[in-house]
């Protein structure tokens, strides 16, 4: 059973339309829950570490929020350099991160 | 900003051979990490390394699997008899205290087994 999961798979936007890139995981033994942007060809940059239910992170047009088994990243006002995959990992005691399969966020002019 | 420096991007080699991925994470770091990431796949943790000894290593890391820290900067991941299916970018990471806030990555090797 995946412990970190994405959706959606992929996400086309008109610059300037909002939206909401969801991850859900698994609870037991969760440490940390991390967001991360990925450029093709490039390493994970980080993004966002949420630690309990109710957190929530900004910077720039993104924020993060975190519940009991969900994080959202939430885009506003989206540009086309906003564009990548936008992966989340959940950091678990005794395995280091396990990373979902990423959203493939594509912003349009 | 510092960064951690992988060589080379891009390394081409046959099947049974032996590979050595560079890494050169940010001075003051003291844990160390390597991942792959198989094209179109998620990105999957291998080792991590703390202290001049593996700290966690994953199930992918098996025997054919090797890294060091043979100097001060350095850090290293070696793949002894390379397989078709170890084809993938691999990424080396850093941080400064292991709690993993401020973990950098590397931009990656591309390792191609032909």
Redesign the interface.
Known sequence: EDQVTQSPEALRLQEGESSSLNCSYTVSGLR?L?W?RQDP??????LF?LYSAGEEKEKERLKATLTKKESFLHITAPKPEDSATY?C?A?YY?????????TRLSVLP | EPEVTQTPSHQVTQMGQEVILRCVPISNHLYFYWYRQILGQKVEFLVSFYNNEISEKSEIFDDQFSVERPDGSNFTLKIRSTKLEDSAMYFCASSRDGDNYGYTFGSGTRLTVV
Do not use: D, I
């Open positions: 940390g991390f991360y060809g490039k390493g994970p940059e980080f570490t992966l990992a950091y005794g395995q280091n991160f396990v990373f979902g399969p990423g």
